[in-house]
């Protein structure tokens, strides 16, 4: 029975395998095989928390430690035994070793200095490379290196390679002119054979002498290059049967000269991962390769004198790039190779747009101060870039990978209460230095005595083209009016439209202006807005249901439930009947089926002013069979268009029903500490399928544009590298600032964003069928698609690693679980175009969609306590308060109780239908009678100083309006202590007995066949 566990964990330990790379180099013939090991060492993780335990980054401490101890151990053997070091500063370097394991710093320092290993460059911050502004990206190089706080790697180890190894190989066009200037010489990507990768799906499949050797790489054609060095992982080591195995096949490719010169096996690995380390194996099973981890590979270097350790500063000082690559895709090694794994969860979502409310209101703020006094500018400067209390400081802690994913379907419960808290003060304190400019500006400002409001507007871009800007400001009325008129002072009239009209509870009525205007990069323009009194012979005049017929060439019509019937530019038709067509993926015994919408059209409202401005809403419903009931995501959807606008906005409102959360996910890897329904899958919203069609010959067009604010484009041509990927269920290839775009034969469909209302890194998933020859496409607007992996069999190797790492990697499990119960409010900008790229000015009325320009209310009926738009949105929450007789909470849903050192974490989800003031808390020891309440805001609280081996009971309850309390949860009891580790004989039980057995007999081959070449 001993022989069945210990094969069952190291079949477990399979199912973690995590990342990889392959690489090639030219020199004399019959030349030697360089190793390079990487240990990529983050111990901010989203899988676990921050407890120096199992649960936390116990793990990372203990398995570092046993990489120090065999490296050193070797060495002292008289073994070659070399590798390199990759570390973030901020969490890592700065704050967790020095606290917990200060040894690890001293011991690659003395490794280090004593020439044996060498350290590359990570971002300090660990954060999404690809989805940072260039004063983000240069911070975080530049601190990386050395930095005030004394965590950057010469500050620490004193020397390092100007190598940089992304967080999650994320990467991006126009981000290698800044490393160029920053002096960094090359980047180390993963070109793996298994889904953990950041380019190898990208480009047809490299020769040998390329895929094992150092390369140029470029993100556009003729554009500025840098070294790539490809790296692999512990799952290509599996797909080629074993290390050795893998090291012999290469020496045949050099001595049979397929291959001349020398060849880099270039290994980079999470440091945190247990294949590092040895596993407990009896003796029946000694002879499994890949089960000695380190000290297997060292042995092998050993075993042969054509092949020695080396690190990437020494192998590229001795071997020059041996070809050039150029990958136009936006890279990530979360599953479907790309951005999946941190921009298609709903907490994701969520945090991102706080990001962006962070960086909005830094632009507003510096927009504004072009024209304050010095003074003025200082104090915005102070609270935007100073110290580490400043907005940009708390932005760059917030854009931390770990913070998004690569857990799914959501990060672990403490990581998503600190990246909540850090997201939430960097928008805060941005907000802050906006308004200190708009309390300057405003000040200095005169408006007509005739203006009801008058309106400051500032563009934000420094240049670019005119843009068909759309502003959207909420307003106060005393009274419905029957018109609007709007103008630039001076200057002349303004489309305007007064929409989303409401009564207030006491008085007046709110509501939504929006104004049409032309601006011109960093353009101000003072807007004087009037309405006009209610008058009953006006009332025919203040809307517009009259359905727009074709305008500037683009035609828009409705069905009759609602939904789109035509959207066409030039008479080429974009969009049909089925242009969009919502739904939701969600488990039924156990097998996912697809629950599509039903559409039904909403009345126009009689209060709303827009005599320029076509309205229509409709809503969708998806009906979900949940426990003898239906549970009903329900989708509003508001179309709008003025007169004469080449695009149409699409406002969407979804509320996702909340279903029972029962299931816990915990394991070796993965540690949520929370609850969910793992049997939603998928989530479409406003799914999007343009009449748009490509081929392989002629493959669709992507365009997107990059926080550097650059525009590029990469082709969907996956089936002519791989005929097995000309379908694809999802993939997410691009970081969107703003908008994405397709185009194909002439035609293309721009889809844009509003940060305002909700973003994402990358927002737009999509997914690709290839029927009869031509190429089909959907995108999926703030959705996530799920299903089977891209395929990787034009990369050679067996394949085995990818199915086992589809069927137990926790990173490929769907995001649909996150987003039982929330809700979403986004903005959408759909403009269809003639040509490839988009038109310029198409580009930059996007861009000016995408970060509205700021409003400073210079005058308001309501007086000057309203400055910007945050403050109306408050003086509403005031003015809306309703009196009621409030009804007691029910009992917090998915409450759970985590145990660890001295400690228990409690995480639930709050009440559905009532506002909850806050939360009670009480726990006490098994067997007593007192209980010890905390009151809590949030639905989380850590409880401290507890004992250890002791057994705690635990309840929370709610409380609501005129504090009346719920019911009490059901009571938890738990015993208090350290997490131990799950095994991996725990993770095997997800595997297929049948899997098990191929991968069995697949290491047993691999292990025949590496004695037989020996």
């Avoid at 844009?752 to 190429?775: K, T, V």
Wanted: with cysteine.
């Amino acid at each position: 029975m001993s022989a069945v566990r210990a094969l069952a964990r190291y079949v477990a330990m399979l199912g973690l395998l995590s990342a990889g790379w392959v690489s090639a180099s030219w020199g004399a013939a019959a030349g030697k095989i360089y190793v390079a090991l990487g240990f990529h060492a983050n111990f901010y993780h989203s899988w676990r928390g921050d407890t120096p335990d199992e649960a936390g980054f116990g793990t990372d401490i203990r398995v570092v430690r046993g990489i120090l101890s065999i490296l050193d151990e070797a060495n002292a053997r008289g073994l070659d035994a070399r590798g390199y070091w990759e570390f973030d500063g901020l969490f890592t370097l700065e704050s967790i070793l020095p606290q917990y394991a200060p040894d690890i710093i001293a011991a690659v320092r003395r490794r280090v200095q004593d020439g044996l290993d060498e350290v590359i460059l990570a971002p300090y911050n660990n954060g999404m490379f690809s989805a940072m502004t260039a004063a983000e990206m240069r911070f975080n190089l530049r601190a990386a290196v050395s930095n005030p706080w004394g965590s950057g790697v010469q500050d620490l180890f004193g020397q390092y390679t100007p190598f940089l190894r992304p967080q999650e190989y994320m990467f991006t066009t126009g981000s290698i002119p800044l490393l160029e200037v920053e002096g960094i010489g090359g980047v180390v990507l993963a070109y793996s054979n298994y889904p953990f990768t950041a380019f190898s799906n990208f480009l047809p499949a490299l020769p040998a002498h390329q895929r094992f050797g150092l390369l140029w790489l470029q993100t556009e054609e003729g554009g500025a290059r840098t070294v790539l060095l490809p790296a692999v992982s512990i799952g290509d080591i599996l797909n080629f049967g074993s290390f050795e195995q893998w090291l012999l096949e290469l020496r045949r490719l050099q001595t049979t000269g397929q291959v001349q010169g020398d060849l880099l096996l270039h290994v980079n690995f999470d440091a945190d991962a247990e294949t590092w380390l040895p596993m407990r194996m009896p003796r029946l099973l000694r002879w499994l390769p890949n089960t000695g981890g380190l000290r297997e590979y060292i042995e092998v270097v050993n075993r042969y004198d054509w092949v020695s350790f080396t690190t990437l500063g020494e192998y590229a000082a001795s071997h020059a790039p041996v070809g050039t690559v150029v990958v136009r895709q936006d890279m990530a090694d979360g599953a479907w190779d790309g951005q999946y794994s941190w921009a298609e969860k709903w907490p994701s979502q969520w945090l991102w747009t706080q990001i962006e409310h962070s960086r909005l209101a830094e632009e507003r703020a510096q927009a504004l101060a072009r024209t304050t006094d010095p003074e003025t500018r200082q104090r915005i400067e102070q609270r935007l870039f100073d110290g580490r209390e400043s907005a940009f400081f708390e932005r760059i802690r917030a854009l931390s990978t770990t913070h998004f994913g690569m857990s799914t379907p959501l990060v672990n419960e403490e990581r998503q209460a600190k990246a909540e808290t850090i997201a939430t003060r960097a928008a805060s304190v941005a907000r802050e230095a906006e308004r200190i400019a708009a309390e300057e500006v405003r000040a200095r400002t005169t408006v007509p005595d005739e203006c009801t409001y008058g309106l400051l507007v500032v563009d934000l871009r420094r240049d670019g083209s005119v843009a068909d800007a759309l502003v959207r400001v909420p307003v106060w009325l005393d009274r419905r009016p029957a018109g609007v008129r709007a103008h630039t002072v001076p200057g002349g009239p303004l489309e305007a439209a007064l929409v989303d009209v409401e009564d207030l509870p006491h008085s007046g009525v709110r509501a939504e202006l929006w104004l049409r205007l032309s601006l011109a990069p960093s353009a101000q323009e003072l807007v004087c807005v009037r309405f006009d009194p209610a008058s009953p012979a006006e009332e025919m005049l203040r809307t517009n249901e009259r359905q727009p017929t074709e305008q500037q060439g683009v035609e828009f019509r409705l069905q009759s439930d609602g939904r789109p019937e035509r959207l066409a530019v030039a008479g080429v038709t974009i969009g049909g009947t089925d242009f969009v067509a919502p739904f939701v993926t969600y488990r039924v015994a156990g097998s996912p089926r697809q629950f599509d919408a039903r559409w039904q059209r909403l009345p126009a409202s009689t209060a709303e002013v827009r005599p320029a401005l076509w309205r229509e809403r409709a809503r969708a419903v998806v009906r979900l069979p949940v426990e003898n009931d239906e549970a009903a995501t329900d989708i509003e959807v508001t179309w709008s268009r003025f007169a004469n606008a080449p695009w149409i906005v699409a406002d969407v409102t979804v509320k996702y029903p909340y279903t029972p959360k029962r299931d816990l996910l915990s394991g070796l890897q993965q540690k949520l500490r929370r609850l969910v329904d793992l049997r939603w899958v998928e989530v479409a919203p406003f799914p999007l399928h343009p009449l748009l069609r490509g081929s392989r010959e002629r493959p669709l067009r992507i365009w997107k544009r990059n926080w550097l604010g650059v525009v590029s484009s990469y082709d969907l041509d996956y089936g002519r590298i791989n005929p097995a990927n000309a379908s694809v269920d999802a993939c997410n290839h691009q970081v969107t600032a703003g908008w994405v775009a397709v185009a194909s034969e002439g035609a293309g469909l721009l889809v844009g964003y509003n940060a305002d209302r909700w973003a994402s890194p990358a927002f737009a998933p999509m997914r690709l069928r290839e029927e009869s020859g031509r190429q089909l496409l959907w995108l999926n607007p703030f959705g996530s698609y799920h299903g089977r992996q891209m395929d990787y069999a034009h990369l050679g190797g067996s394949g085995i690693a990818n199915e086992v790492a589809a069927r137990a990697g926790a990173q490929f499990r769907p995001n649909g679980p996150s987003f039982n119960g929330q809700t979403q409010r986004f903005s959408l900008l759909l403009a269809p175009y003639v040509g490839d790229a988009p038109p310029h000015e198409l580009q930059a009325t996007a861009e000016v969609f995408f970060h509205p320009p700021a409003v400073v209310y210079v005058r308001t009926p309501v007086g000057s306590e309203v400055l910007v738009r945050e403050d109306f949105e408050r003086w509403f929450a005031v003015q809306s308060a309703e009196a009621s007789t409030p009804l007691p909470p029910e009992p917090p849903p998915a409450f759970l109780v985590n145990p660890t050192e001295q400690a228990a974490h409690l995480v639930w989800d709050p009440p559905r239908g009532v506002k909850v003031q806050f939360y009670e808390a009480a726990w006490r020891r098994a067997g007593t009678e007192t209980w010890t309440t905390e009151r809590v805001d949030t639905p989380r609280l850590a409880i401290e100083g507890l004992e250890n081996d002791v057994e705690y009971e635990f309840r929370v309850r709610a409380v609501g309006d005129g504090g009346k309390a719920g019911e009490w949860a059901p009571v938890q009891r738990v015993r208090i202590g350290p997490v131990r580790g799950t095994g991996f004989g725990r993770e095997a039980r997800s595997l297929d007995w049948k899997l098990v057995a191929r991968l069995f007999f697949h290491s047993a081959r691999a292990a025949v066949a590496t004695w037989m070449q020996r």
